[in-house]
């Protein structure tokens, strides 16, 4: 089954959004910069003042955990070939990208996820190696084919949470 891939700022949003390790990042960045504004608050510098300025990088810090999956996806959006094909078969996923063929076999994914417009294979829980397939791409009259394809070879596989 061969599909031209078109991943939009939506997708890739969602993809990182349903990452561990980027909600984990995000939780991170926004609990610390919580600390540190709470931190600025209490307080007091020698003069007897508010260390306001704790406070701002405080607030900076939850800003910017707030807005990493944001700007992850803008990033990984603007990295992708917008002509990548994928051709599934029973040997495995041969990726056209760049000018560049590479085969992946199946045994190489390890994880599966499907949301409502993306199937996810992914190497790992919590690795960055991920291949995304929006559902949309996909034909209606193969959507069926397509899923019986990839639980053929991934029914054994860990699930991503």
């Not at 704790?54 to 810090?61: D, P, T």
């Not at 599934?88 to 190489?108: Q, R, Y």
């Not at 029914?155 to 991503?160: A, L």
Request: hydrophobic share 50%; aromatic share 8%.
């Amino acid at each position: 089954m061969k599909l031209s891939v078109r991943l939009t700022y939506a997708d890739m949003l969602e993809l990182n959004r349903i990452a561990p390790q980027s909600r984990m990042r995000t939780r991170l960045m926004m609990a610390l910069g919580a600390a540190v504004v709470f931190t600025g608050f209490l307080v007091r510098l020698p003069d007897g003042s508010r260390a306001y300025a704790v406070v701002f990088w405080g607030a900076a810090f939850v800003l910017a955990g707030w807005l990493s999956p944001y700007l992850m996806a803008w990033g990984a959006y603007h990295l992708t070939d917008p002509n990548m094909l994928l051709d599934l078969e029973d040997d495995g996923l041969h990726v056209t990208a760049g000018g560049a063929v590479t085969t992946l076999p199946w045994d190489a994914f390890t994880c599966l996820r499907e949301t409502t417009n993306l199937v996810v294979l992914a190497q790992g829980v919590t690795s960055q190696i991920a291949i995304a397939i929006p559902k949309k791409q996909v034909p209606d009259d193969q959507l069926d084919a397509f899923r019986a394809l990839i639980a053929r070879h991934m029914c054994r596989r860990q699930s991503m949470r």
